[in-house]
């Protein structure tokens, strides 16, 4: 596989985020799972963007995969006790079709925890949907511990998982 080139995206780079998230909401419909069945949210994906915390992955110059990694701990998620200040969230992390099968995920969030240690960080941590099982096994392959699943009535996710950022 050539080089993974991630850098910040930016605000120009709206439609490649959404086209991104789009075709993972295809291919995950395609499959029976209702994940991310909406369309992206501009607004947050643009104000990512703007903060410098949602990523673009290019190989061969092409844009192949998309993430966000930043310091938002979703309240409703990660507890006081959780010490929410102690990780980066890993969000919206899609990677194209084309470029699946490839490791691209796994270098992408080997790279966000890269990251998280730099800034400090002890966790990398995400939430997941909750009936998602092979997203789940996914994670957990890519070292994460399933911290808990949160059961809210009026959100889908609430699988909760971390690994070490260093």
């Known amino acids: 596989m050539s080089s993974l080139h991630i850098r910040p995206g930016r605000p120009e780079e ?3 985020v959404e086209r ?13 799972i209702d ?9 947050r994906i643009t104000t990512a963007l703007e903060r410098g915390v949602c990523f673009l992955a290019f190989q061969g110059g ?16 990660w507890m006081p006790d959780d010490d929410p200040g102690a990780a980066l969230y890993v969000h919206r992390m899609a990677v ?9 995920g796994a270098r992408l969030l080997d790279w966000a925890a890269d ?8 966790w990398l941590r995400l939430d ?3 009936d998602n099982d092979a997203l ?24 909760l998982f971390q690994r070490p950022a260093a």
């Open 35 to 43: 994940q991310w069945q909406y369309p992206p949210h501009s607004d």
């Open 115 to 122: 990251r998280a240690a730099a800034h400090g960080k002890r």
């Open 14 to 16: 709206l439609h490649i």
């Open 128 to 130: 997941a949907w909750k």
């Open 20 to 32: 991104l998230l789009s075709g993972a909401s295809a291919w995950l419909a395609s499959r029976g």
């Open 136 to 159: 789940h096994r996914y994670y957990k392959a890519a070292g994460f511990t399933l911290v808990r699943i949160v059961d809210l009535p009026h959100r889908r996710s609430g699988a």
């Open 62 to 77: 092409e844009p192949i995969a998309t993430i966000q990694v930043d310091d938002f701990a979703d309240p409703e998620f």
């Open 96 to 104: 194209s079709r084309d470029a699946s099968g490839a490791g691209v």
